[in-house]
Nanobody, 118 residues
Framework: QVQLVESGGGLVQAGGSLRLSCGAS????????MGWFRQAPGKEREFVAA????????YYDDSVRGRFTISRDNAKNTVFLQMNSLKPEDTAVYYC???????????WGQGTQVTVSS
């Protein structure tokens, strides 16, 4: 079974940067797409960004486009989320997710906390 493990969260001031990593381990990893989602207190989990594993096509929510960059290292089964120009409203638990077949994200990491202070 594939496991997803996030790292890189923390506390940063507004305008700062963080880089999240998500490593996939377990049986042979093969996913159509990987993504990042986030959930702020009292809010629903929301889509942040995604990348197709083979072609590297990227997708972003409008709220992060131009500030966040998703990338992947196929050899290391790792996906990254570079977050720049962070805002207090980016504060949330960030989750890595796998969409193995293109039919939806169905595997999730445990999440990593990102807190942006004003």
């Amino acid at each position: 079974q594939v496991q997803l493990v996030e790292s890189g969260g923390g506390l940063v001031q507004a305008g700062g940067s963080l880089r999240l990593s998500c490593g996939a381990s377990g049986r042979t990893f093969n996913s159509y797409e990987m993504g990042w989602f986030r959930q702020a207190p009292g809010k629903e989990r929301e889509f942040v960004a995604a990348i197709t594993w083979s072609a590297g096509r990227t997708y972003y929510d409008d709220s992060v486009r131009g500030r966040f960059t998703i990338s992947r290292d196929n050899a290391k089964n790792t996906v990254f989320l570079q977050m720049n120009s962070l805002k207090p409203e980016d504060t949330a638990v960030y989750y890595c997710a796998s969409n193995p077949t293109g039919r939806g994200f169905n595997r999730w990491g445990q999440g990593t906390q990102v807190t942006v202070s004003s």
